[in-house]
């Protein structure tokens, strides 16, 4: 994925990773209130030698500490300066159990040594850490000592810092753990919104779709909540952005198969309710706005609503034209004050498939090449059944419809497979059910709507080549 999917993610699953921040961020308060603060306070004793005049003796002699006091360093933890402790202070604990609370550290290139104790009580952690630093310098004293009572001990520990008791707790460090909290959140968020987008294999852009097919996308067209309610955009509400998607859609036409004289489509879909049978009527009204001689069949001969969406009388159609129970100018009915005419699907036969696929389907579509600019056939979906390959082998130009948030990737592919296999030449598709608002809206971009244009605003001619 490039830098703008990853934004595009973002954008897209803000609210999610804004949640695990905050539950991130509300797990590391807690985990804060429930822990106990741990004090620190700190001895440092100072450790140097006796004697020496020259400088060489001098330098022998710091040499000599530095090395002493890594030892020293280690004495702290041992039985032997924590028994003293826990007798003076009266602790009621083993010596074990008291150097899990004491520490020494010998910065580098120093001679001294700073003892640190860590406890729940303040007071009692200084105490501890001022009486193991005192009872270290005793050790340290009684064991470099000779035996002859006149000699001075080589080395000297001397108590140049007490410890002072602590106001403030080392742990827990509650601004550290909300931060921790944070990142953790923030961390698991990108994360999961970037593993449920690799997963989704729905189609939602342009972008999905390239990545199954290189078929050109001819336009798209944004959702519309109220479809179900006004299927017929482009005559019910003919100012509005998705009306103008259909527009934009007819100028794109003009571009589709420009060495092909008949200007006849398949619009078809991979799956249902993905918005074939709204885009060929809307698509059928705009062309014949434009001033083109139309002609939409309803070919979908196992769920026709062509007539439905347009008003029209449905029982004879195109089923009795085809078993000669009809004449075709009885059946094809015109619409509007402009130059479009519907043929409705008819009675539902019980062999749709042999019957887009006959010869006498093939007589028509000749017929309605030669009589009208531009003939669109809306067919049943790819994946369930045959119909609409068959029929867009015979058609010459297939429109596939894709629907936005609805169509797996799998399945654009499986219908754009089904074409090829019978070698139906795909025109192009178009993307339906675009998002208005989000990283995936439809906008001002590559299909936008243009600059508000309104119904009758833009003319075209009607030998636009469609």
Same mark, same amino acid.
């Given at each position: 994925?490039? /830098?703008?999917?990853?934004?595009?993610? %973002?954008?897209?699953?803000?609210?999610?990773?804004?949640?695990?921040?905050?539950?991130?961020?509300?797990?590391?308060?807690?985990?804060? !209130?429930?822990?106990?603060?741990?004090?620190?306070? *700190?001895?440092?004793?100072?450790?140097?030698?006796?004697?020496?005049?020259?400088?060489?003796?001098?330098?022998?002699?710091?040499?000599?500490?530095?090395?002493?006091?890594?030892?020293?360093?280690?004495?702290?933890?041992? @039985?032997?300066?924590?028994?003293?402790?826990?007798? $003076?202070?009266?602790?009621?604990?083993?010596?074990?159990?008291?150097?899990?609370?004491? *520490?020494?550290?010998?910065?580098?290139?120093?001679?001294?040594?700073?003892?640190?104790?860590?406890?729940?009580?303040?007071?009692?952690?200084?105490?501890?850490?001022?009486?193991?630093?005192?009872?270290?310098?005793?050790?340290?004293?009684? !064991?470099?000592?000779?035996?002859?009572?006149?000699?001075?001990?080589?080395?000297?520990?001397?108590?140049?810092?007490?410890?002072?008791?602590?106001?403030?707790?080392?742990?827990?460090?509650?601004?550290?753990?909300?931060? /921790?909290?944070? %990142?953790?959140?923030?961390?698991?968020?990108?994360?999961?919104?970037? /593993?449920?987008?690799?997963?989704?294999?729905? !189609?939602?852009?342009?972008?999905?779709?390239?990545?199954?097919?290189?078929?050109?996308?001819?336009?798209?067209?944004?959702?519309? @909540?109220?479809?179900?309610?006004?299927?017929?955009?482009?005559?019910?509400?003919?100012?509005?952005?998705?009306?103008?998607?259909?527009?934009?859609?007819?100028?794109?036409?003009?571009?589709?198969?420009?060495?092909?004289?008949?200007?006849?489509?398949?619009?078809?879909?991979?799956?249902? *309710?993905?918005?074939?049978?709204?885009?060929?009527?809307?698509?059928?009204?705009?062309?014949?706005?434009?001033?083109?001689?139309?002609?939409?069949?309803?070919?979908?001969?196992?769920?026709?609503? !062509?007539?439905?969406?347009?008003?029209?009388?449905?029982?004879?159609?195109?089923?009795?034209? /085809?078993?000669?129970?009809?004449?075709?100018? $009885?059946?094809?009915?015109?619409?509007?004050?402009?130059?479009?005419?519907?043929?409705?699907?008819?009675?539902?036969?019980?062999?749709?498939?042999?019957?887009?696929?006959?010869?006498?389907?093939?007589?028509?579509?000749?017929?309605?090449?030669?009589?009208?600019?531009?003939?669109?056939?809306?067919? @049943?979906?790819?994946?369930?059944?045959?119909?609409?390959?068959?029929?867009?082998?015979?058609?010459?130009?297939?429109?596939?419809?894709?629907?936005?948030?609805?169509?797996?990737?799998?399945?654009?592919?499986?219908?754009?497979?089904?074409?090829?296999?019978?070698?139906?030449?795909?025109?192009?598709?178009?993307?339906?059910?675009?998002?208005?608002?989000?990283?995936?809206?439809?906008?001002?971009?590559?299909?936008?709507?243009?600059?508000?244009?309104?119904?009758?605003?833009?003319?075209? @001619?009607?030998?636009?080549?469609?």
């Amino acid at each position: 994925m490039e /830098l703008r999917d990853y934004i595009r993610i %973002l954008r897209k699953s803000w609210v999610l990773i804004v949640v695990l921040v905050l539950v991130g961020i509300g797990a590391a308060a807690a985990y804060s !209130i429930t822990q106990t603060p741990v004090y620190s306070s *700190s001895a440092k004793v100072f450790v140097s030698t006796s004697g020496g005049s020259t400088v060489s003796e001098l330098q022998q002699g710091n040499t000599f500490t530095q090395q002493r006091v890594k030892t020293y360093a280690d004495l702290v933890n041992t @039985p032997i300066v924590l028994l003293p402790v826990i007798a $003076d202070l009266g602790l009621d604990m083993t010596s074990e159990q008291l150097s899990g609370w004491v *520490s020494a550290s010998a910065p580098l290139d120093t001679t001294l040594i700073e003892i640190t104790v860590t406890e729940t009580d303040p007071a009692q952690a200084a105490a501890i850490a001022t009486a193991v630093s005192e009872s270290l310098t005793n050790v340290v004293e009684t !064991i470099e000592t000779s035996d002859s009572e006149a000699a001075a001990p080589p080395v000297r520990l001397t108590l140049v810092q007490h410890a002072a008791v602590p106001q403030r707790p080392v742990s827990p460090n509650v601004p550290l753990n909300i931060a /921790l909290g944070a %990142l953790i959140g923030l961390v698991l968020g990108v994360g999961v919104a970037v /593993l449920r987008e690799t997963l989704d294999t729905r !189609i939602r852009n342009e972008r999905d779709v390239e990545l199954v097919t290189d078929t050109p996308i001819l336009g798209g067209i944004v959702f519309d @909540p109220k479809a179900q309610e006004r299927p017929l955009i482009v005559h019910a509400d003919p100012r509005s952005p998705r009306a103008e998607s259909f527009r934009t859609l007819r100028t794109n036409l003009q571009f589709l198969d420009v060495g092909r004289d008949e200007r006849s489509f398949v619009v078809t879909s991979s799956i249902e *309710s993905e918005g074939k049978s709204t885009s060929a009527a809307n698509l059928a009204i705009a062309l014949a706005d434009a001033g083109a001689r139309v002609l939409l069949v309803d070919a979908d001969l196992r769920r026709p609503k !062509i007539a439905d969406y347009m008003g029209l009388e449905g029982v004879v159609g195109l089923t009795d034209v /085809l078993i000669s129970r009809a004449e075709l100018q $009885d059946v094809i009915q015109p619409w509007g004050r402009g130059k479009l005419f519907v043929l409705p699907a008819g009675k539902v036969p019980p062999n749709p498939s042999e019957l887009l696929g006959s010869v006498a389907m093939v007589k028509l579509i000749e017929e309605f090449n030669r009589a009208f600019d531009v003939v669109l056939f809306d067919a @049943p979906p790819l994946l369930p059944v045959t119909d609409a390959a068959i029929l867009a082998r015979n058609v010459g130009g297939t429109i596939v419809v894709c629907a936005a948030g609805r169509t797996h990737k799998n399945q654009l592919k499986g219908a754009i497979t089904a074409l090829q296999n019978v070698d139906a030449p795909i025109s192009g598709l178009v993307l339906t059910m675009l998002p208005t608002k989000g990283p995936d809206a439809y906008g001002y971009g590559r299909y936008g709507y243009g600059y508000g244009y309104g119904y009758g605003d833009q003319a075209e @001619p009607a030998a636009m080549g469609v």
